[in-house]
């Protein structure tokens, strides 16, 4: 059974940054993506940035030249650095990584608080 667990979240001021980090049982290799989905107080989850086993890093216009999504294949680590932070970042952050063979299969972890005061 994967499982994945994150931390570093926290209380920070607009305009501050945070490292999310997600650390899986597993490594992470053998997942076909990898990445980071957010959700805010009643609203849906929302995809934040991912990547592909095989392919480039994409972001969330939302978040796109202020949030950097790193792996690191030694420690199967998956760190989000989150910069210029805004309130509108507020949310329960969660990592993801999923398969697609032999079927999909998507696993997620307990999810971290990330509030942002104004």
């Known amino acids: 059974q994967v499982q994945l667990v994150e931390s570093g979240g926290g209380l920070v001021q607009a305009g501050g940054s945070l490292r999310l980090s997600c650390a899986a049982s597993g490594s992470i290799s053998s997942f076909d993506r990898m990445g980071w989905y957010r959700q805010a107080p009643g609203k849906q989850r929302e995809w934040v940035a991912w990547f592909f086993s095989s392919g480039p890093i994409n972001y969330a216009d939302s978040v796109k030249g202020r949030f950097a999504l790193s792996r690191d294949n030694v420690k199967n680590t998956v760190d989000l650095q989150m910069n210029r932070l805004n309130p509108e970042d507020t949310a329960v952050y969660y990592c993801?990584?999923?398969?697609?063979?032999?079927?999909?299969?998507?696993?997620w972890g307990q999810g971290t608080q990330v509030t942002v005061s104004s």
């Open positions: 993801s990584a999923k398969k697609w063979v032999p079927a999909p299969l998507e696993y």
